[in-house]
């Protein structure tokens, strides 16, 4: 049974910098692709940033690109998202997906970890 499990979420004032990660379990990663999503409070889940597990290439969503980093530890089968220069539009529960194709649906989704941002 494959798990992700997210850390690394908390409070933290604006400006200020935050690491997530995702560490999956029951399944090696080597190819397909590992996400960052993030849903607010009355909004719809949108997408953050992506991965590839063997190319390591990757996509940001325009809020995010030039202050946040996704990477991933191919040996740790974990996947990683730095988080610099917050703002509180950043706040949000943040979920990994993964999936074990470059391309479809994410198969694999973790529990989520909040992020609060203070002004």
């Known amino acids: 049974q494959v798990q992700l499990v997210e850390s690394g979420g908390g409070l933290v004032q604006a400006g200020g910098s935050l690491r997530l990660s995702c560490a999956a379990s029951?399944?090696?990663?080597?190819?397909?692709?590992m996400a960052w999503f993030r849903q607010a409070p009355g909004k719809e889940r949108e997408f953050v940033a992506r991965i590839s597990w063997y190319a390591g290439s990757t996509i940001y969503a325009d809020s995010v690109r030039g202050r946040f980093t996704i990477s991933r530890d191919n040996a740790k089968n974990t996947g990683y998202l730095q988080m610099n220069s917050l703002k509180p539009e950043d706040t949000a529960v943040y979920y990994c997906a993964a999936r074990p194709l470059s391309y479809g649906n994410y198969d694999y989704w973790g529990q989520g970890t909040q992020v609060t941002v203070s002004s």
């Open positions: 029951g399944r090696t990663f080597n190819s397909g692709a």
